[in-house]
């Protein structure tokens, strides 16, 4: 059974720091890229970053370049998401989401189609 597990949400005041943690199991880690979305109510979903299978490599949305960090130990087949400075904007429930290859390049079309997701964790940031 494939699993993505996310937590490590909460209450935070802006400036302050959360690392999410999303475990995934019941699929090959390492030939998929994995990717943290967030979405706030009345917004449409965003992926904020996502590590590539393809190549190895990180991306970041232009919101949260600089701040956030994901990072993945395949040991424990765990991606994270270490978010700093943290803003009100960033309130939203965190996702994880897994698919085989590269679609961290694919456009916002694909992602509705992406394979596996968790069941998000809340994120809210106060002023």
């Known amino acids: 059974e494939v699993q993505l597990q996310a937590s490590g949400g909460g209450l935070v005041r802006a400036g302050g720091s959360l690392r999410l943690s999303c475990a995934a199991s019941?699929?090959?880690?390492?030939?998929?890229?994995i990717g943290w979305f967030r979405q706030a109510p009345g917004m449409e979903r965003e992926l904020v970053s996502c590590i590539s299978s393809s190549d190895g490599r990180t991306s970041y949305s232009d919101s949260v370049k600089g701040r956030f960090t994901s990072s993945s130990d395949n040991a424990k087949t765990t991606v994270y998401l270490q978010m700093n400075n943290l803003k009100p904007e960033d309130t939203a429930v965190y996702y994880c989401?897994?698919?085989?290859?590269?679609?961290?390049?694919?456009?916002?079309?694909?992602?509705?189609?992406?394979?596996?997701w968790g069941h998000g964790t809340q994120v809210t940031v106060s002023s």
């Open positions: 019941g699929f090959t880690f390492d030939d998929h890229s």
């Open positions: 989401a897994a698919d085989l290859g590269g679609w961290c390049y694919s456009g916002r079309a694909y992602y509705s189609m992406l394979a596996y």
